[in-house]
């Protein structure tokens, strides 16, 4: 058989397991770690070493005040995050409060933030035209709010333009007007691939994945610090047996979430090699960009391992599927959007034009792909827009 050779480049969608991850799966302790008998410890002997292995890579201390919650992946963690700080307190129903989130969140926290303005709750976006986050649009905002800011959530790396906001001012800002709000980060997509802890963006919340890291589906964490946890600013909202502190009942996934502090511990030990070799991969991909027909949504500051790029009046999904079948994996805007068919709130928030944004591709790659997955997407793309500009010419002539 003649097995194609494969270029990923949809590394923000989820990730190969690494061989760590994958044999720390496989080697999980299979009792309920909430059993009080010896094989139920030993499973909870796991579980709490697999919560300190990833707690340590969010700069959590041994003995810390602050919470780890492990979910089933990052939504559920962004779910949690805000409907169950909604659910915290008895709130007015003429006024239960305000939300704030950076324009084009994931849909994990743009869709709850939906429902909750079904049920009155003010909720005001904040601009990321070129990828930052309007920060004077922010103060703003937070001086005519109607009803308090009850929780404000800002993505530290943007899943389809890979714009990197500011988190740390973002948050300040809140903390300085409302200081009980429950300030939340999405940082799904920069775990792991630049330098931050909760602390040093001076969030309270924040939600990692660890598909998304070279680990197994089925696993994600909620951070939550101490002061949230003092105030009761979150409630459960999948009420059961009260694992996870009662924030999230269901017997824990514990193969996965070993896969997780296994790729975690990886990720963290590695970080300045890996982000040194995708800057390295980047700086060749951008200079291969700029020879062909393509340009880049560049955002103000971006995280080298996502690539926004718009082809000469091709769509999107014709480019991918021509990629594809040279076996080079890249997505049309992300992953969930391109699904959905729905319009990119992300790039329309970044101030990309309706036509444009029909014809991005998301090129995100990490330290894992190579020089020679580089070369062929340049070659890929360069043949492939050369192609399909031949069939347009041909079928325009007849
Ligand atoms: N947040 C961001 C920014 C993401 O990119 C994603 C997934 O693409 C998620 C949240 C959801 O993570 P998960 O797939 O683990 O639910």
């Known amino acids: 058989m003649n097995m194609m050779t494969e270029h990923y480049f949809d590394q923000s969608a989820t990730t190969r397991p690494s061989d760590a991850a994958v044999e720390a799966m496989i080697s999980a302790a299979w009792g309920n770690p909430s059993s009080v008998h010896a094989v139920g410890q030993r499973a909870a002997n796991e579980l709490r070493e697999a919560r300190a292995a990833v707690g340590r890579t969010l700069g959590m201390p041994r003995f810390s005040q602050d ?80 009803a308090p800011v009850i929780f404000a959530g800002f993505m530290l790396v943007n899943n389809e333009t890979g714009a990197v906001y500011d988190v740390k001012s973002a948050a300040s800002l809140v903390k300085k007007k409302f200081p ?34 070279h680990a197994v589906r089925g696993a994600g964490a909620l951070y939550v610090n101490a002061a949230v946890l003092k105030r009761r600013n979150i409630a459960a909202v999948m009420p059961g047996g009260g694992q996870e502190g009662g ?8 193969a996965a ?46 995280l080298a391992n996502i690539a926004s790029v718009v082809l000469p009046g091709i769509r999107s999904e014709t480019m991918l599927n021509e990629l594809s079948g040279r076996g080079i994996y890249v997505s049309a805007g992300s992953a969930c959007a391109a699904n959905s068919k729905k319009k990119s709130l992300a790039l329309e928030a970044f101030g990309v034009s309706a036509s444009d944004a029909d014809s991005t591709i998301r090129v995100s790659l990490d ?32």
């Open 180 to 213: 009980d709000a429950v300030i939340h980060c999405d940082a799904v997509q920069g775990y792991l691939k630049m330098k931050f802890t909760p602390t040093s963006l001076g969030v309270d919340t924040l939600t990692v994945s660890a598909h998304k890291i």
């Open 257 to 302: 979430i070993r896969s997780f502090a296994a790729a975690a511990e990886e990720g963290y030990a590695n970080l300045d090699g890996r982000i040194a070799r995708t800057a390295e991969l980047r700086a060749r991909l951008d200079e291969g960009l700029s020879r062909l027909d393509v340009r880049l949504n560049r955002p103000v500051r971006g």
């Open 67 to 146: 919470r780890l919650i492990f979910t089933s992946c990052g939504t559920e963690s962004n779910n949690i995050a805000l409907l169950g700080c909604a659910r915290a307190k008895k709130r007015d129903p003429e006024r239960p409060g305000t939300v704030i989130l950076s324009a084009g969140e994931h849909p994990s926290l743009e869709n709850p933030a939906l429902l909750l303005e079904k049920e009155g709750y003010a909720v005001v976006r904040i601009p990321t035209a070129g990828g930052a986050l309007d920060l004077d649009f922010l103060e703003k905002a937070l001086g005519e709010a109607d």
């Open 247 to 254: 924030f999230r009942s269901g017997t824990e996934n514990l």
């Open 367 to 398: 330290h894992t792909n190579t020089e020679e997955d580089v070369e062929a997407l340049l070659e890929g793309l360069a043949e492939g827009i050369a192609n399909l500009q031949r069939k347009r010419t041909a079928s325009a002539g007849k």
